[in-house]
């Protein structure tokens, strides 16, 4: 059998546009020789559609959406993800369904069983489970249709299992010969590798023939890296698509030869692909084109600009210096030398002044007091106005460059440095972003190699240095890996060579900071635990982690 693979960017609540997408790429893969199309889970209504999911206006939209698309399916049958509303007198309203149709009709569907709570996902609280797991009968194959998680719960792959059920077994039984899988897979960091052994575990196990479609883009803080897969039944590699990229392909699981296996894309490329395509599809997809950012003369901004200028094109993006008393003439020209390479519009609008009459307006008040975090403060939030005000008035989206290490020990400011639309290395350790500098630099030098090179700071306060106030970031990132995304114990954390004062230190700094990371902007989720949507942390709580000593 012929199966066509519709690897394709969706946006939520997009209705028509998804249905478009879907006609064109049906219609491509019936071209190429397709017997049978799948698409990714949810792809109608988009990834995730969250709490639209509550209004039954956008549920019914959705059900017009595939009456209509339906009327373009003929004898090919085409599966794809929507959401269907449980018929039940108990449960929950809806269901995270594929649906297959066929000759201008739906003629089957089955609900997604093994729902997800778990990080970003919440799919219990909108979804009723699915029942049992009928085949789908079709050019003398018998089809079993998985949706995602469905395909997860493997107990041969995973040590330790979320679910009872295995859909897989259950359509085995049921005579399935070839598995289906409609997928909304998020990306991070060596994501694409853990899928993809899993899914050849599943295939060679069971001695099944299995395809992936799997959804690609950006949805605000999610990225899919697509990757769709086909597998023969010993777990071969038949055909895959690109990463981050949309594609239809068409895979013929009679080949006897699947695709040449190569060593992959490193890990700072495949973090670059992801977020440009992160910055592109949420600034679009928000209705807009362009994006403004401070040019600080740093690692962090001096990345953060190469991205957009990547993913938006140069034309679209504006860099803004905004020196103060404390700014170095080699960050100045850092930021200048930086904006000229990536052909970006560049503006300096100095905010001393600003400054200045901010001094003299809170003189009074503050007599007698000596100048500590405020007036560092004072600077940065002058900086946020100004961004924000080139944002109102000229259109753009200000992207904030704060990583992941600032972000998590609250070394950044409200209504600073943290205004904007989209945090876009907010999921990025410092260490990793300087990672990122040396690969984007591989070839020739795009970000000065005084920004890479140079003590990294704030420059708030004379001769000021993050390691004033912070350990040493290669120290920092590691505990703050071993707390947040390992979510070890602090006598944990201890044991791994690090010291008890420096472990204590920083854990009570993420913890006080939660305040901020409340009221930061959208981050793109790039790292198994990302601050945001998957971290759900109380902000007025007394849990000390380690308290009593370390």
Not at 17 to 35: I, K, L, P, V, W
Not at 93 to 112: C, D, E, T, W, Y
Not at 144 to 163: H, K, S
Not at 443 to 471: F, G, V
């Amino acid at each position: 059998m012929k199966i066509g693979v519709l690897q394709l960017n969706a946006t939520v609540g997009d209705f028509a546009g998804n249905g478009r997408r879907a006609t064109e790429g049906y219609r491509q893969a019936c071209q190429q020789g397709a017997q049978f199309v799948l698409a990714p889970e949810l792809f109608l209504c988009g990834y995730p559609p969250r709490d639209l999911l509550l209004r039954d206006d956008f549920v019914e939209r959705g059900m017009k959406a595939l009456e209509s698309l339906a009327a373009h399916i003929g004898a090919v049958p085409l599966c794809l993800g929507v959401v269907l509303r449980h018929r039940g007198t108990t449960g929950r309203p809806l269901h995270n369904s594929a649906v297959i149709l066929q000759h201008g009709r739906m003629v089957f569907q089955q609900h997604k069983a093994l729902l997800p709570t778990y990080d970003v996902f919440d799919e219990d609280r909108y979804f009723e489970p699915g029942g049992t797991f009928p085949v789908f009968t079709h050019g003398g194959r018998r089809l079993g249709i998985t949706i995602c998680e469905d395909i997860w719960n493997d107990a041969d792959f995973w040590p330790e299992r979320r679910y009872a059920r295995d859909p897989v077994k259950e359509l085995i039984t049921s005579g399935a010969d070839l598995i289906l899988n409609l997928s909304a897979s998020p990306w991070h960091v060596g994501k694409e590798h853990t899928r993809l052994a899993m899914l050849q575990r599943a295939a060679r196990d069971e001695g099944l023939a299995l395809v992936q479609a799997n959804s690609v883009g950006a949805n605000d803080e999610l990225i899919f890296d697509g990757n769709s897969v086909a597998l023969d039944a010993r777990g071969r590699v038949l055909a895959r698509c690109a990463a981050f990229e949309e594609e239809v392909r068409v895979v013929d699981l009679a080949e006897k030869h699947g695709e040449a296996q190569t060593a992959g894309s490193p890990d700072e490329e495949m973090l670059y692909r992801a977020l440009t395509l992160g910055i592109r599809d949420y600034v679009r997809k928000c209705g807009f084109q362009r994006v403004v950012i401070g040019l600080s003369g740093g690692i962090d901004s001096a990345v953060t600009a190469v991205l957009a200028a990547e993913a938006l094109g140069a034309d679209q993006v504006m860099g803004v210096s905004m020196p103060a008393r404390y700014s170095s003439e080699g960050s100045r020209t850092d930021a200048a030398k930086l904006a000229a390479t990536l052909g970006i519009r560049y503006e300096v609008l100095p905010v001393e002044e600003a400054f200045q009459a901010m001094e003299r307006q809170l003189k009074g008040m503050f007599a007698g007091l000596q100048p500590d975090i405020t007036e560092e403060n004072i600077q940065s939030r002058l900086r946020g106005v100004t961004l924000m005000a080139l944002s109102n008035k000229f259109g753009g989206l200000v992207l904030t460059t704060g990583n992941k290490s600032e972000m998590a020990v609250g070394y950044c400011t409200l209504y600073g440095d943290m205004c904007g639309a989209l945090a876009v290395i907010a999921d990025v350790f410092k260490t990793d972003v300087y990672r990122l500098a040396r690969w984007i630099n591989r070839e020739r030098e795009i970000i000065p190699a005084s920004t890479i090179h140079k003590p990294p700071s704030a420059e708030l306060r004379p001769n000021q240095k993050d390691q004033d106030s912070l350990p040493p970031y290669e120290v920092l990132d590691s505990i703050l890996h071993c707390y947040v995304v390992e979510h070890l114990s602090p006598s944990e954390i201890v044991r791994r060579g690090h010291d008890p004062a420096v472990v204590t230190d920083v854990i009570n700094k993420v913890t006080f900071s939660e305040y901020k990371r409340r009221q930061a902007a959208p981050g793109l989720k790039v790292s198994p635990r990302a601050f945001g949507m998957g971290r759900r942390i109380p902000v007025a709580q007394r849990f000390r982690a380690g308290e009593g000593g370390v």
